[in-house]
């Protein structure tokens, strides 16, 4: 299973808690200060394209330590020092540095070597920023490298199902979730697969990828999922 960015199989289930950040102790312009430069590095490693050709667990805590980095450093704008971001940027930044963990596959490939095309059946995650229907960067990347292996490995039938997060009302989330997905369709009709070949729906906040309380902002939560099949 791909995920653009968690990488299935590479996470363990309970590595999204995190414990609190030292962070927490410091006053608000010193906290501000180590906000930004683990933003700032993080954002780099989001860009970087052999970090993500990689598909290890580095980019998925990358992408991670992105989005809570940049909540927390949202709330600390306001005065507030929201503990849970804060300690996710922390926790999700410093992961980004250890070795990445493997699924039981060589983590290293040589240089030079041509990456081999995966044509297995994909199941690809699709994210987003909080409230909004058009994917991430990173997310409008993997679309397109869907679009491109499709022809190459016979896939013909594409199930889009987007989802939410918890937070807003179920109605709107509904629909928020149903925007997001044909917001992916559209983008994987540009790569060339036909409307006929894709099935489109949107479930708002049910099947929680990390189950949460009410109104909770979970950025695993807000994402759209692309399954494809050669028949």
Do not use: H
């Amino acid at each position: 299973m791909l995920c653009f960015g968690l990488a299935a199989g590479m996470v363990p289930a309970g590595a999204w808690a995190a414990a609190a950040s030292p962070l927490l102790q410091l006053g608000k312009a010193e906290l501000k200060s180590e906000l930004e430069g683990r933003y700032d590095m993080v954002v780099k490693a989001v860009g970087d394209a052999g970090l993500r050709a990689a598909r290890d667990s580095r980019w998925t805590w990358a992408v991670e330590a992105k989005n809570q980095c940049g909540i927390a450093l949202g709330f600390l704008k306001s005065g507030t020092k929201d503990a849970e971001s804060i300690s996710k940027c922390d926790a999700f930044a410093a992961r980004l540095s250890a070795p990445p963990l493997s699924d039981g596959a060589s983590a290293v490939v040589a240089a030079s070597a041509p990456a081999a095309l995966d044509c297995t059946a994909p199941a690809v995650s699709v994210f987003f920023d909080w409230n909004m229907d058009a994917p991430v960067p990173e997310g409008a990347a993997a679309i397109g490298q869907v679009g491109q292996s499709a022809a190459q490995c016979g896939w013909r039938r594409f199930g889009i199902t987007g989802y939410t997060d918890t937070s807003g009302g179920t109605g709107y989330n509904d629909g928020l979730s149903l925007r997001r997905a044909r917001n992916v369709a559209a983008l994987l009709s540009q790569s060339g697969i036909a409307a006929e070949a894709m099935s489109v729906s949107g479930l708002g906040e049910t099947q929680l990828k990390i189950e949460t309380a009410d109104n909770v902002r979970e950025p695993m939560n807000r994402r759209v999922e692309i399954t494809a099949s050669a028949n």
